[in-house]
């Protein structure tokens, strides 16, 4: 882990815009020294807003508090907490070339030519982008604005980075790319990073603990699997991935969900329902077949048996027990979870 | 072959009517350097109206050019910074401000000029001095100057350029020198070259705020054309020329560069 790596803790942090809108509850989180976060949620749900009060860029509504290692930052402006951003837009300076944009930070705290050299080059080598250093902005390509923004945040060697949905401009092989040059990135560095998206297979990515958000609350905190596998509620459960409700387990104290790839399809005799298929959707690796068991909602199964299903044919499923996903009805509000 | 007669046909035309506009300022400029008009070009051709142009009037060109780069500097130090605030603002104040600065282009000049002796005349000093006239000028420039920077703003996304810089350590006027200012380049040359031509080329204003002492170059040529030779009239207006005609041109050059970026 980076030595200079920063614990944050945010208590009581909320935000109401002066237009009334109360895009943030009063919430509470602790991210540990080199951590990386994912805010995750749906669109409108607060990420960027409380991405933005983290970086300084609002101010919490009265009685919310930030601590960077328990110093308290509430009331330090932007310029003055030493944080890396990245921008959706990327927001490079399009009066200056590649080179001069990862400089201007360090231009700005005044480090000596010789230091500012060194870190341009190893600044352009890491991102691989040494070809591009006098180039002007709008001669790159999204992918390489991209790059120029991680380098600019990063070469300022800041205690906290932050980006919002970095990759959301890029199409989806470069989103892919990146995604992964982003990871190892963050791994090697070991800087705190926060990390917004609404894209789930990025949060599963990069994070190592995943913010659910929902309506400007945190909904679940918890590493990628435990969201996956152990959601805390139905909106979790459906956020980040597809479930299903159990067709033939009825508990009015529990939901029973479980995923489309936990379904084992069975002979007629051995099978816990049987559903008749609507329809099929071949995906090489896997099919994805639509079923209807009766309900009202269908029953989506994710299968990679190598056998030609057909719209009409009934089939018989199993869904092993330790893979249910058993929620207690009373969680089914927006939760109001308390970080442990 | 029918596209062939129409493209004649509004050549010619275009032609007719470029004709129209430029033979007169051709006429005029030659009437400056012809001996003798009445006789035409073949009296032979002098600089001597030129020479008694510099005598009697060098004094409005100088007081022209005096008056237009303190006009260019104040509405720099006050536009520039009001169109930052107010781009920067998108409150109903701020458009109401907007709104008020940008008033004085739908009001005749003439209007502001009386506006401003009934209010300030008394103060015979300040009458009396150019200082009177830049006022007038300023107010009449300065939505301008305002309009050409706001408009630069607004089509950068400068607010977030400004977080970004601000991320990086930048401080208020770090922001505002490296990012707002060369960002808003083209915006500013382009508001200043405009109010450089127009308060050179200003007349309504001037003509009811100048005293004798406080003549313009605009306000002279009305003076030679009323009292003075015709060729000395025509002198006069082709150093107007020759004073004008490259910023217009300047003008012309920077808003095709701005509109191919
Ligand atoms: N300056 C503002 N004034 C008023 N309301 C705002 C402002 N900024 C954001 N909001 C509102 O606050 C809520 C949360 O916005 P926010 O931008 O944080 O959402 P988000 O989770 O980042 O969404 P997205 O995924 O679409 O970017 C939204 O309802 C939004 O309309
Ligand atoms: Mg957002």
Redesign the pocket.
């Known amino acids: 882990m980076n030595p200079t790596a920063t614990s944050i803790k945010l208590t009581n942090c909320a935000k109401t815009?002066?237009?009334g809108?109360q895009?943030l509850k009063p919430l509470n989180l602790t991210v540990k020294a080199g951590e990386t976060i994912v805010l995750l949620?749906?669109?409108?749900?607060?990420?960027?807003?409380?991405l933005r009060i983290i970086a300084g860029l609002e101010a919490t509504d009265q009685g919310g508090e930030i601590y960077f290692n328990q110093q308290n930052m509430t009331s330090i402006a932007i310029e003055k907490r030493n944080i890396g951003m990245v921008f959706q837009s990327y927001a490079l300076f399009p009066n200056m070339s590649v080179a001069q944009n990862i400089v201007y930070g360090l231009k700005i705290r005044k480090l000596k030519p010789q230091a500012i050299k060194r870190r341009l080059d190893e600044m352009l080598e890491m991102m691989q982008i040494e070809a591009l250093a006098h180039r002007r902005i709008d001669q790159l390509s999204g992918g390489q604005r991209q790059r120029v923004a991680l380098a600019r945040a990063i070469a300022v060697r800041p205690n906290l980075l932050l980006l919002d949905?970095p990759l959301t401009a890029l199409d989806a092989s470069l989103r892919d790319r990146l995604r992964s040059e982003i990871s190892e990135l963050l791994q090697k560095l070991g800087i705190t990073s926060i990390y917004?998206t609404?894209d789930q297979s990025e949060a599963m990515a990069l994070a190592d603990r995943i913010v659910v958000?929902d309506k400007?609350r945190i909904v679940q905190i918890g590493s990628p699997y435990d969201i996956y596998h152990r959601p805390k509620n139905e909106f979790v459960a459906n956020f980040v991935g597809n479930v299903n409700h159990h067709p033939n387990v009825f508990d009015a104290n529990y939901l029973t969900l479980f995923r489309p790839e936990d379904v084992e399809i069975v002979e007629p005799t051995k099978g816990d329902f049987e559903a008749k298929i609507i329809s099929v959707l071949f995906l090489g690796d896997k099919s994805r077949l639509t079923l209807d068991c009766g309900f009202k909602k269908s029953i989506y199964v994710d299968t990679t048996l190598r056998q030609n299903f057909k719209t009409g044919m009934k089939i018989s499923m199993h869904v092993e027990a330790e893979r249910l996903i058993k929620l207690k009805t009373t969680d089914n509000g927006p939760a109001t979870v308390k970080e442990s | 072959m029918r596209h062939k007669w129409l493209f004649r046909a509004q050549l010619i035309f275009t032609l007719l009517v470029c004709g129209f506009l430029i033979v007169p300022v051709i006429l005029s400029a030659l009437a400056g350097i012809t001996q003798n008009f009445f006789l035409g070009i073949k009296s032979g051709v002098t600089l001597h109206w030129l020479g008694e142009v510099w005598q009697l009037y060098s004094g409005t060109i100088y007081l022209s050019l005096l008056i237009a780069i303190w006009c260019l500097i104040a509405t720099l130090v006050i536009g520039v910074p009001a169109a930052y605030v107010l781009a920067k603002q998108n409150g109903k104040l701020a458009r109401f401000i907007e709104e008020i600065i940008v008033l004085p282009i739908a009001i005749p000049g003439l209007a502001i000029a009386l506006a401003l002796i009934i209010n300030y005349g008394g103060f015979r000093d300040f009458r009396t001095s150019w200082g009177f006239i830049l006022v007038g000028h300023i107010l009449y420039t300065l939505p301008f100057m305002l309009r050409s920077v706001l408009a630069v703003l607004s089509s950068t996304n400068f607010h977030e350029l400004e977080e970004s810089a601000a991320s990086l350590g930048a401080s208020f006027w770090q922001r505002f020198f490296t990012i707002i200012l060369p960002n808003a380049k083209s915006g500013i040359l382009a508001g200043a070259l405009m109010v450089v031509t127009l308060s050179i080329g200003e007349f309504n204003l001037t003509w009811m705020l100048h005293t004798p002492e406080t003549k313009t170059l605009p306000v002279g040529l009305a003076d030679s054309y009323a009292s003075m030779r015709l060729e000395v009239a025509s002198a006069y207006t082709l150093i107007f020329f020759v004073m004008i005609i490259p910023l217009l041109i300047a003008m012309q050059k920077l808003s095709q560069k701005t509109n191919k970026v």
């Open positions: 815009f002066a237009d809108t895009a949620g749906p669109s409108g749900c607060g990420k960027t807003t409380l949905e917004v609404h958000m400007g």
